[in-house]
């Protein structure tokens, strides 16, 4: 046989093999296919005698990767399809979802993708998603992937996802990110697109953000303020500072350094002003990326009107 026995999915009770794109071989049992996927099942009813294994059917699948396969059929070897609430690796369930997709295992892309798009929600916007218990481990680069599979599994695509993938920077989002298997995802033209043409509008919204966090009018700001104006003297000059990066970021801007309530300018403030600045802040950055904001950035609203601030 020119195939290569996997040595974890090699079962002595198979009663099919299959064999990946690499040329790896999986033998497992018939029904653990058939009894979530219709497609092995009408695969597997209609095929032809043809190559035989031990008595067992061989089956190509020429398009499907190894890695992929394993993690697919190791869930279905070991785990029932209410174990995706489990803390997995986010490559494991999207390989799931990718083996899941392609076979019309539907039960399993309805439980799988929801995990995976609370984790990468939860990761961005955790104000709306508070009591989120995705438990996924996963790198802000992941988000290629999953708006890649949000688009295969045609499911609606979160807005936060986007925004992972343009705070890696202009040039992943130009050439891709490259997974555990090699394989690179890139972002689609129309997504590349949405990504490239948010930058004025994310630019806008962290402006309004920089300038409501820095607002020394606010009522009570410094209320409880001991050191006369030295406070709100400080937090003047930092709306400056911040402006001024603001004003002179290139390209894609660094966002998220525009606005830090706990850099050294900030430690320079008295306890109760920093304290409040931290807060203040930490709420303008969460409407700065709430829901509805980011779908208005990403082009991915039903309208063109800007969100209330």
Same mark, same amino acid.
């Given at each position: 046989?020119?195939?290569?026995?996997?040595?974890?999915?090699?079962?002595?009770?198979?009663?099919?093999?299959?064999?990946?794109?690499?040329?790896?071989? =999986?033998?497992?049992?018939?029904?653990?296919?058939?009894?979530?996927?219709?497609?092995?099942?009408?695969?597997?009813?209609?095929?032809?005698?043809?190559?035989?294994?031990?008595?067992?059917?061989?089956?190509?699948?020429?398009?499907?990767? /190894?890695?992929?396969?394993?993690?697919?059929?190791?869930?279905?070897?070991?785990?029932?399809?209410? /174990?995706?609430?489990?803390?997995?690796?986010? /490559?494991?369930?999207?390989?799931?979802?990718? !083996?899941?997709?392609?076979?019309?295992?539907?039960?399993?892309?309805?439980?799988?993708? +929801?995990?995976?798009?609370?984790?990468?929600?939860?990761?961005?916007? +955790?104000?709306?998603?508070?009591?989120?218990?995705?438990?996924?481990?996963?790198?802000?680069?992941?988000?290629?992937?999953?708006?890649?599979?949000?688009?295969?599994?045609?499911?609606?695509?979160?807005?936060?996802?986007? =925004?992972?993938?343009?705070?890696?920077?202009?040039?992943?989002?130009?050439?891709?990110?490259?997974?555990?298997? @090699?394989?690179?995802?890139?972002?689609?033209?129309?997504?590349?697109?949405? #990504?490239?043409?948010?930058?004025?509008?994310?630019?806008?919204?962290?402006?309004?953000?920089?300038?409501?966090?820095?607002?020394?009018?606010?009522?009570?700001?410094?209320?409880? #303020?001991?050191?006369?104006?030295?406070?709100?003297?400080?937090?003047?000059?930092?709306?400056?500072?911040?402006?001024?990066?603001?004003?002179?970021?290139?390209?894609?801007?660094?966002?998220?350094?525009? !606005?830090?309530?706990?850099?050294?300018?900030?430690?320079?403030?008295?306890?109760? #002003?920093?304290?409040?600045? *931290?807060?203040? @802040?930490?709420?303008?950055?969460?409407?700065?990326? *709430?829901?509805?904001?980011?779908?208005?950035?990403?082009?991915?609203?039903?309208?063109?009107?800007?969100? *209330?601030?």
């Amino acid at each position: 046989m020119a195939y290569k026995q996997d040595q974890e999915l090699w079962f002595d009770t198979g009663f099919v093999v299959l064999v990946a794109d690499d040329e790896t071989a =999986f033998r497992i049992p018939k029904y653990l296919l058939t009894r979530v996927s219709p497609v092995f099942e009408s695969m597997f009813r209609d095929a032809h005698p043809g190559e035989m294994e031990d008595g067992c059917p061989v089956v190509r699948l020429a398009h499907d990767r /190894s890695a992929d396969l394993r993690h697919f059929l190791r869930f279905l070897t070991e785990d029932k399809i209410e /174990s995706l609430t489990k803390n997995y690796p986010f /490559s494991t369930l999207a390989a799931i979802l990718r !083996i899941a997709h392609k076979y019309e295992a539907v039960e399993i892309v309805e439980a799988a993708y +929801p995990r995976i798009e609370d984790a990468f929600v939860y990761h961005v916007q +955790p104000r709306w998603y508070r009591y989120s218990k995705a438990g996924i481990d996963f790198k802000p680069e992941d988000a290629f992937e999953f708006v890649n599979l949000a688009r295969l599994v045609n499911k609606p695509l979160p807005p936060a996802a986007l =925004f992972l993938c343009y705070a890696c920077g202009l040039a992943k989002l130009r050439d891709g990110v490259a997974r555990a298997d @090699g394989y690179i995802e890139r972002l689609s033209e129309e997504d590349f697109e949405r #990504c490239i043409h948010a930058i004025p509008r994310l630019s806008e919204a962290y402006r309004q953000c920089i300038v409501k966090t820095y607002d020394v009018t606010r009522v009570r700001t410094f209320r409880d #303020c001991n050191r006369d104006d030295r406070c709100k003297k400080q937090v003047q000059t930092l709306l400056e500072a911040r402006r001024q990066a603001w004003a002179n970021a290139e390209g894609i801007p660094n966002l998220a350094a525009m !606005i830090v309530t706990e850099g050294p300018e900030e430690k320079s403030l008295c306890p109760s #002003c920093k304290g409040w600045l *931290s807060d203040w @802040g930490n709420e303008c950055c969460d409407d700065a990326r *709430s829901p509805e904001r980011l779908a208005w950035c990403f082009f991915l609203d039903s309208g063109d009107g800007q969100p *209330s601030a």
